[in-house]
């Protein structure tokens, strides 16, 4: 049961240029959806979020998009750095009041000099 | 920055001994949570823990899983009789109402 779904498992880009690492859900009572950030051996660092009542948030390089129609969200991050290649894991949840995280598979991206 | 740190990083048991593994969540923190991620799969949840209580589990968190808040610090997840495929990463998380999740680095059991 692939309630978070990311199709694509592995990205590459240019430095300098823009990643679009996209998700899509099924479930249609997730609210808030957020996207980490993975290292081999660490755990998931928080990167941003987006609550279902917006359809973009923006932090510096990176910008979240949700499509609540299309069950769809996607991260910008412009310009890439090579710093960014990493895994990138979406993942949602009801409420976000305590309640668990249904991740996506993750994309891996990776940022070429 | 607060920080949820984890013990062991890694551990090796044999096939039906019970592990523990050790969490510190972030002192303010109100709920606290455990995730795995076997080697090439999805983070996938295993136990909310609010109030001294568990608050959701997923159908992976079975009789042989169980969590404790023995202290005000401490956070353990443990596995009575470990199986082969109880092979994964395992992270701790902790969070407040209405914001960000916190995960710790993680601890990588190997169960022969």
């Known amino acids: 049961d692939q309630q978070v779904k990311q199709n694509s498992p592995s990205l590459s880009v240019q430095e300098g240029r823009i990643s679009i690492l996209n998700c899509d859900y099924t479930n249609s009572m997730f609210d808030y959806f957020l996207w980490y950030k993975k290292y081999p051996a660490e755990g998931p660092t928080f990167l941003i979020s987006?609550?279902?009542?917006?359809d973009k948030n923006e932090d510096g390089r990176f910008t979240v998009f949700l499509n609540k129609s299309a069950k769809h969200l996607s991260l910008h991050i412009v310009p890439s750095q090579p710093g960014d290649s990493a895994v990138y894991f979406c993942?949602?949840?009801?409420?976000?009041?305590?309640?668990?995280?249904?991740f996506g598979g993750g994309t891996r991206l990776m940022v070429k000099p | 920055e607060p920080e949820v740190t984890q013990t062991p990083s890694h551990q090796v048991t044999q096939m039906g001994q019970e592990v523990i593994l050790r969490c510190v969540p972030i002192s303010n923190h109100l709920y606290f949570y455990w995730y795995r991620q076997i080697l090439g799969q999805k983070v996938e949840f295993l136990v909310s823990f609010y109030n001294n209580e568990i608050s959701e589990k997923s159908e992976i968190f079975d009789d042989q899983f169980s969590v404790e808040r023995p202290d005000g610090s401490n956070f353990t997840l443990k596995i009575r009789s470990t199986k082969l495929e109880d092979s994964a990463m395992y992270f701790c998380?902790?969070?407040?109402?209405?914001?960000?999740?916190?995960f710790g680095p993680g601890t990588r059991l190997l169960v022969l």
């Open positions: 993942a949602a949840t009801r409420n976000n009041a305590g309640n668990m995280l249904t």
């Open positions: 987006i609550s279902s009542i917006k």
């Open positions: 998380a902790s969070s407040l109402p209405g914001q960000r999740y916190v």
